[in-house]
């Protein structure tokens, strides 16, 4: 393929990305991806932010992996700083998947802890990635401070993060089933149990959890 039909193969790329079909911008993204340009991160990235199709933005995410780190990772890290939660969520949960630890100053707290649950949930799955050894203690009591938040797939989402991070969650989990709120204590058991035992289901393990803290509720109880 010559430099000139590669640059029109590209641009026609570039632009399918604003089609109105769903089926039209995967299949551009996937150009993209299959011939990888500088040019062509701002708008993967731009197109990240509002793309309503889960499997379209999955496709931006891998088309933005096939361009080299210097490329992506600063300018998905502005994106965290975006007011749009979608871009702020696109833009961690494509940091994750890149996997460079340069990106690790911007998982700050205020991302690990944001107000909407999409967001959160990648902040925490991207922290679990890129977390430097030696720094896996703090993140653990950062994420410790979500216990207990939101429905069924935001708590097993944060628990997969905090397990994640080994045998550095147990004393924040420790200190958190002795909390006051019965949610926070019941998810601490279940994440610890799920760190012993991967193969427990989470419902099963929140159960057993209630079930625990019933019986020490109860007059001599353990």
């Known amino acids: 393929m010559t ?34 340009e500088a040019r062509s991160v701002e708008k993967l990235i731009e197109r990240c932010a509002i793309e309503p ?5 999955e496709m931006l995410t891998w088309a933005l992996t096939r361009h080299t780190a210097s490329m992506t990772v600063p300018r998905l890290v502005v994106e965290l700083r975006s007011e749009r939660a979608q871009a702020r969520s696109q833009a961690l949960h494509t940091l994750s998947k890149i996997g460079d630890r340069q990106a690790w100053p911007a998982i700050t707290r205020a991302l690990l802890s944001d107000g909407d649950e999409e967001v959160a949930r990648s902040a925490w799955r991207a922290a679990a990635v890129l ?28 628990s997969r993060a905090m397990i ?59």
């Open 131 to 158: 977390v430097p050894e030696g720094e896996q203690s703090e993140l653990a009591g950062a994420l410790a401070a979500q216990l207990g938040r939101g429905g069924r797939e935001t708590q097993l989402s944060l």
């Open 53 to 57: 199709e889960f499997y379209v933005r």
């Open 3 to 36: 430099t000139v039909e590669q640059d029109t193969n590209t641009a026609r790329a570039l632009q399918g990305l604003e089609d109105s079909r769903s089926s039209v911008r995967l299949r551009a993204a996937l150009a993209i991806g299959s011939i990888p």
């Open 164 to 222: 994640a991070l080994g045998d550095a969650v147990l004393p924040v989990l420790h200190a958190a089933m002795r909390d006051l709120d019965p949610r926070v204590r019941h998810h601490a058991v279940a994440t610890e149990r799920l760190l012993r035992d991967p193969d427990a289901g989470f419902e099963s393990a929140i159960e057993e959890a209630k079930r625990v803290a019933a019986l020490q509720d109860q007059p001599g109880g353990a």
